[in-house]
């Protein structure tokens, strides 16, 4: 059977390969490497390529790819494309996919986080609060620096600033409410604990891939912009086993500008190699021109000259085969500048030029950049893919930095208003295709899109580069849109304000650049915005958005009071603002200021009256503080706008609950739970209407199936542990309620169901101290008194069990068991039952 032609992708890459010259010891140590097995001393598993801008980090990394594809290994290229860890699992996900291993559970866990982050904000509005307060094993986590967190952009940073008991309380919060009101405690972990959940899973997938191919090789290139976020995460899944075990025939190489920081990886030199790159010695350089057919001396010397040895230039200049030495030119001039003097073809010299000027070329940007026929286009094209300089990412080309960086200067010096005209043009080009992104959808929608983003971030650029007044302005107030979608995008717009500022020479582009990108580094979302509001000159509109946006990632970081703070700075500057209002009465609700909350849904309903969530959270409020008709009535009407709603339907189950109605109730739970089967708090709930209907056996099964969905959930499995204790099962609701301490030490209701408990098998003086310990923790509990006073009873501590009894009544007077508990200890004691 004949072998199919070749395609002009393989045949360029072929013909690159074959014109390699050089780095011969480092191609040659990193193929021997392959023949080494893991459990040899001399194998490697991480190669780190550094060395200036130009020495040819990038080609050597892709020709170590080649050679490590020739070994018959499955690769993955990741480059500062990603923002992110995750996205860089992602890109590894995806590349290894396309060569036959497909991560589909990585792929689902991916996607159900991007779905979950969007899930989060509603579900932490409106869960009624738990008395308990803050455990003590989240104090360990915000001391520690809140690694809990890993949802909030800079947690890390922030919580240096930030009162620890504070962000305690608030990672309580938000863990009992995402708990609560997600589909299980793997979303949970997914939404708080990105890394933590995903890590494990790529590490499966990548062991399960490792059985198909004898080798996999990990590449990740301009490590000097993606270190500080992968280097560490990198690290600890080499060398620890926290998030499981890597298979021994995996291979990282990195390559940057930068050494690797040998605070972090000095102790481990004898399992990675260091590969430092330099320029060309001359023996390299003449030995690459001589493959090119440039060898009349003169030329040689020049070429020497204007290049210093660097490798991407020396290749570019030798592409155009001189031989002339009359050729040479100007002495002054660059390599750069002498590549596009050889170019002999005006139309190509035109199109090298134009293409340096987007950051990423595709062929429709390449026709949007470069006035050429249809005829012409794909031939050009193919003649710029295959130039030394660009760098074939497969859908995307990317000039070398430093031949991109001479060619804009060359372009912004000899015509600045060339430079403007040419920026302007792309930024229209990208503007027609953002809007045709946009058709029929919301703003909110479009920033969750990647593609709408990159878009937009390519127009925000070369608007920047026109230097027209109105750019900046503009790109800022998407910056705070931006950090209202995640961490990684924020970065992607303090990078093209960057990007713009230094390659348009715009010093004050550049600044807020630079300034964007150090803030969001150190203090996160909430820092990046304090120094735009402090600074931008931002007009009230503009401010009171950033003002909702930051003080929604302080609510996040638990840090409440500030977050309450800029909410009313944000009504303060537009009282039209309806996300400004719910954001305050999310805020006052985790507070537990359920009026004032209830107060801020009327103003955000009275300017978007047809909101779903916000009339679904206002009748969980108005249910918290018992108001049953309110709720019902709010939540009526958020069920009719989303019928599709579960936490809507679940609410309005309690609410029926409260009231007596069980089989109202019974009917919401089991529509909620249709619409999530794994909606623990619904399970909860409606175990509590089993107990009202006395059926003990589908109490118990809902029960069970909301601790399998999160056992270490403290209100379900204290649930459990209640109707076990019901049933008869009082060593296994024992166990129950010892896992719910050993989670949460100051959990009352577990101390006093646990006293319960012991009283039921006749432990009563260890009663006594759980019970005890209950009412420290919660002096108004007038369960727990009522059962202490039981307890104190059976002890023959008549005057304990009466006090008890007593207080207990005094709190609830209208409690029918405490008045019964009283009338029992009154009795023992010998004391007349006081008259009706």
């Known amino acids: 059977m004949t072998r199919a032609r070749l395609t002009m992708q393989e045949l360029i890459a072929q013909r690159r390969r074959a014109g390699f010259v050089g780095r011969g010891a480092e191609r040659a140590a990193f193929r021997t490497n392959f023949d080494l097995p893991p459990e040899d001393e001399r194998h490697r598993f991480l190669f780190h390529v550094h060395g200036n801008a130009g020495v040819g980090k990038t080609f050597l990394v892709r020709e170590m790819e080649q050679l490590a594809r020739d070994k018959g290994a499955l690769t993955a290229y990741v480059d500062e494309s990603v923002g992110s860890v995750l996205e860089a699992m992602a890109a590894i996900s995806r590349q290894l996919g396309a060569q036959g291993c497909r991560f589909k559970e990585l792929e689902r866990l991916l996607a159900a986080h991007r779905e979950r982050r969007h899930e989060a904000e509603a579900a932490v509005a409106g869960l009624e609060e738990e008395p308990e307060g803050p455990s003590a094993g989240s104090m360990v986590v915000a001391r520690a620096g809140l690694a809990g967190l890993g949802m909030v952009p800079g947690a890390g940073a922030f919580a240096g600033v930030l009162d620890a008991a504070q962000l305690a309380q608030g990672a309580d919060r938000l863990r009992a409410r995402l708990s609560a009101r997600l589909r299980s405690q793997e979303d949970v972990h997914l939404v708080m604990q990105p890394e933590s959940v995903l890590t494990p899973v790529l590490l499966n997938e990548l062991t399960d891939a490792a059985a198909t191919a004898p080798w996999i090789v990990l590449f990740f290139d301009t490590y000097e912009r993606t270190g500080p976020f992968l280097d560490g995460w990198l690290h600890e899944v080499m060398t620890g086993d926290r998030h499981g075990t890597l298979p021994a025939t995996v291979v990282v190489v990195t390559a940057g500008q930068r050494p690797f920081d040998t605070a972090r990886w000095g102790a481990f030199a004898d399992f990675m190699t260091d590969v430092p790159l330099g320029p060309f010695t001359e023996a390299e350089a003449r030995g690459l021109l001589a493959g090119k057919g440039v060898v009349a001396e003169p030329v040689v010397e020049e070429v020497l000259r204007l290049t210093g040895g660097l490798p991407v230039l020396v290749s570019t200049l030798a592409e155009q085969r001189p031989t002339d030495p009359d050729d040479i030119g100007d002495p002054s001039a660059t390599a750069v500048e002498r590549f596009l003097r050889w170019e002999q073809d005006p139309v190509r010299r035109s199109a090298a030029l134009a293409c340096a000027l987007p950051r990423q070329l595709d062929m429709d940007v390449f026709r949007a950049a470069v006035d050429c026929q249809d005829g012409e286009a794909d031939a050009l094209f193919a003649w710029l893919r295959a130039l030394p300089f660009v760098v074939d990412r497969g859908d995307r080309l990317h000039y070398h930095d430093l031949v991109r960086d001479a060619m804009l200067r060359m372009q912004r010096g000899r015509s600045p208003r060339g430079w403007a005209q040419q920026h302007s043009g792309l930024a229209r080009k990208f503007g027609e295709w953002r809007a045709e992104c946009e058709v029929g959808r919301g703003e909110r929608e479009l920033w969750t899109d990647e593609s709408w983003r990159e878009l937009r971030l390519a127009e925000s650029y070369h608007l920047l580069c026109t230097q027209a007044r109105a750019a900046l302005p503009e790109v800022l107030r998407d910056f705070t849109a931006a950090c209202d979608t995640d961490d990684a995008t924020a970065a992607r717009w303090a990078r093209v304000l960057l990007d713009a500022g230094r390659d348009g020479d715009t010093e004050a582009v550049s600044r807020w650049g630079s300034e964007l990108s150090r803030a969001?580094?150190?203090?996160?979302?909430?820092?990046?915005?304090?120094?735009?509001?402090?600074?931008?000159?931002?007009?009230?509109?503009?401010?009171?958005?950033?003002?909702?946006?930051?003080?929604?990632?302080?609510?996040?970081?638990?840090?409440?009071?500030?977050?309450?703070?800029?909410?009313?700075?944000?009504?303060?500057?537009?009282?039209?603002?309806?996300?400004?209002?719910?954001?305050?009465?999310?805020?006052?609700?985790?507070?537990?200021?359920?009026?004032?909350?209830?107060?801020?849904?009327?103003?955000?309903?009275?300017?978007?009256?047809?909101?779903?969530?916000?009339?679904?959270?206002?009748?969980?409020?108005?249910?918290?503080?018992?108001?049953?008709?309110?709720?019902?009535?709010?939540?009526?009407?958020?069920?009719?706008?989303?019928?599709?709603?579960?936490?809507?339907?679940?609410?309005?189950?309690?609410?029926?609950?409260?009231?007596?109605?069980?089989?109202?109730?019974?009917?919401?739970?089991?529509?909620?739970?249709?619409?999530?089967?794994?909606?623990?708090?619904?399970?909860?709930?409606?175990?509590?209407?089993?107990?009202?209907?006395?059926?003990?056996?589908?109490?118990?099964?809902?029960?069970?199936?909301?601790?399998?969905?999160?056992?270490?959930?403290?209100?379900?499995?204290?649930?459990?542990?209640?109707?076990?204790?019901?049933?008869?099962?009082?060593?296994?609701?024992?166990?129950?309620?010892?896992?719910?301490?050993?989670?949460?030490?100051?959990?009352?209701?577990?101390?006093?169901?646990?006293?319960?408990?012991?009283?039921?098998?006749?432990?009563?003086?260890?009663?006594?101290?759980?019970?005890?310990?209950?009412?420290r923790l919660n002096p108004a509990y007038t369960w727990a008194l009522c059962r202490r006073a039981e307890a104190h009873l059976a002890l023959g501590a008549i005057d304990l069990a009466l006090t008890d009894a007593d207080r207990a009544c005094e709190l609830s007077p209208d409690d029918e068991r405490a008045g019964a508990v009283r009338e029992q200890v009154r009795r023992a004691a010998g004391e007349p039952r006081p008259r009706p």
Do not use: K, M
């Not at 805020?587 to 209830?598: I, P, Q, S, T």
């Open 520 to 775: 969001l580094t150190e203090g996160g979302v909430p820092a990046a915005l304090d120094r735009l509001l402090s600074r931008a000159g931002l007009d009230a509109p503009a401010q009171a958005h950033a003002r909702v946006v930051r003080g929604t990632a302080l609510r996040r970081l638990g840090a409440l009071e500030e977050a309450l703070r800029e909410y009313d700075r944000a009504v303060a500057l537009d009282t039209g603002l309806a996300r400004a209002y719910r954001g305050r009465s999310y805020a006052r609700g985790e507070l537990g200021d359920y009026e004032a909350a209830v107060d801020d849904l009327d103003h955000a309903l009275a300017l978007e009256p047809d909101s779903p969530s916000a009339h679904s959270v206002r009748g969980e409020y108005h249910r918290v503080l018992n108001h049953p008709d309110q709720a019902l009535r709010d939540l009526d009407r958020g069920i009719e706008l989303d019928p599709a709603h579960h936490f809507a339907w679940a609410s309005r189950g309690a609410v029926h609950l409260t009231r007596g109605d069980l089989q109202a109730a019974r009917a919401d739970l089991d529509r909620s739970l249709d619409l999530n089967p794994d909606y623990t708090w619904a399970l909860v709930r409606r175990a509590r209407v089993w107990r009202g209907l006395g059926d003990p056996v589908r109490q118990l099964a809902d029960l069970d199936r909301a601790v399998a969905l999160q056992p270490d959930w403290p209100w379900g499995r204290c649930e459990r542990g209640d109707a076990l204790r019901n049933a008869g099962r009082v060593e296994e609701s024992l166990r129950d309620y010892d896992h719910v301490l050993a989670l949460d030490p100051d959990y009352a209701s577990a101390h006093a169901s646990r006293g319960a408990a012991l009283a039921a098998v006749g432990r009563h003086e260890e009663a006594v101290t759980a019970l005890d310990r209950a009412v």
